[in-house]
């Protein structure tokens, strides 16, 4: 198997298992670069998130045309493109419906870090995209990144959040540990006022956790339970 044939297996699992969190739902997608090309990896417009399998992935260019595959490109496929374009750091974007971290957009609660894997995720606050309209053009795309700004994450009021990584894992993880903040702080507050980590506590921590060896545990934990209860 060469190294595009793992990164489309490795694609289609995170998908998978981010529809079986939650994070994704009958929309949603989630991109990776194709390494020493100028593609990117997304799945299609249509494809069933739940079930998906590699021949529901089409390559497309870096402005949204499609190049291979038997389906069409997300019609939000200019939150990646604009995002790859400003951020060369990035490998892998995920556009998600997070049950918990979108409703603090509509509550209009700033969503700072309170838990331990929060602490990737600015001491102010995730930022949030005010319009809540769907990402189908190139501009609208642009304006998501420059509220991204170079942060892991970005929600997008009423909407959902675009999450961002080095690779995929580092986006998988990423995603992963934004609605896991979500969710304990919305517990916490309905038993009283929430503690934030304050900014030291962000910066100690965050040095500590962003790290491959946690990352991949972080991976390697849902694969394998996605394959215990036969996600995968």
């Given at each position: 198997m060469g190294d595009e044939d793992r990164l489309k297996d490795a694609l289609v699992s995170a998908i998978r298992l981010l529809?079986?969190?939650?994070?994704?739902?009958?929309?949603?997608?989630?991109?990776?670069?194709?390494?020493?090309?100028?593609?990117?990896?997304?799945?299609?417009?249509?494809?069933?998130?739940?079930?998906?399998?590699?021949?529901?992935?089409?390559?497309?260019?870096?402005?949204?045309?499609?190049?291979?595959?038997?389906?069409?490109?997300?019609?939000?496929?200019?939150?990646?493109?604009?995002?790859?374009?400003?951020?060369?750091?990035?490998?892998?974007?995920?556009?998600?419906?997070?049950?918990?971290?979108?409703?603090?957009?509509?509550?209009?609660?700033?969503?700072v870090p309170v838990v331990t894997l929060g602490s990737i995720f600015p001491p102010d606050g995730v930022p949030v995209f005010e319009a809540p309209d769907l990402i189908r053009t190139p501009a609208q795309g642009d304006a998501v990144t420059r509220a991204l700004g170079p942060h892991r994450a970005v929600l997008l009021r009423g909407h959902g959040a675009v999450v961002v990584g080095g690779d995929l894992q580092e986006c998988f993880a990423a995603s992963i540990w934004l609605e896991e903040n979500a969710r304990k702080y919305l517990w916490a507050a309905s038993l009283g006022p929430v503690r934030a980590l304050a900014e030291d506590e962000v910066s100690r921590l965050r040095a500590s956790l962003w790290q491959r060896p946690v990352i991949q545990k972080t991976w390697d934990h849902y694969v394998s339970r996605g394959r215990r209860l036969g996600l995968l």
């Open positions: 529809t079986a969190e939650g994070l994704l739902d009958f929309n949603g997608h989630v991109s990776v670069r194709v390494p020493g090309t100028p593609h990117l990896l997304i799945n299609a417009r249509d494809s069933g998130r739940a079930t998906l399998e590699v021949g529901d992935l089409v390559t497309i260019d870096t402005a949204g045309r499609k190049v291979a595959g038997r389906g069409e490109p997300p019609s939000e496929a200019a939150i990646h493109t604009q995002v790859y374009l400003a951020r060369e750091d990035v490998g892998a974007v995920a556009h998600l419906h997070p049950q918990v971290a979108t409703v603090f957009t509509i509550a209009e609660v700033p969503l």
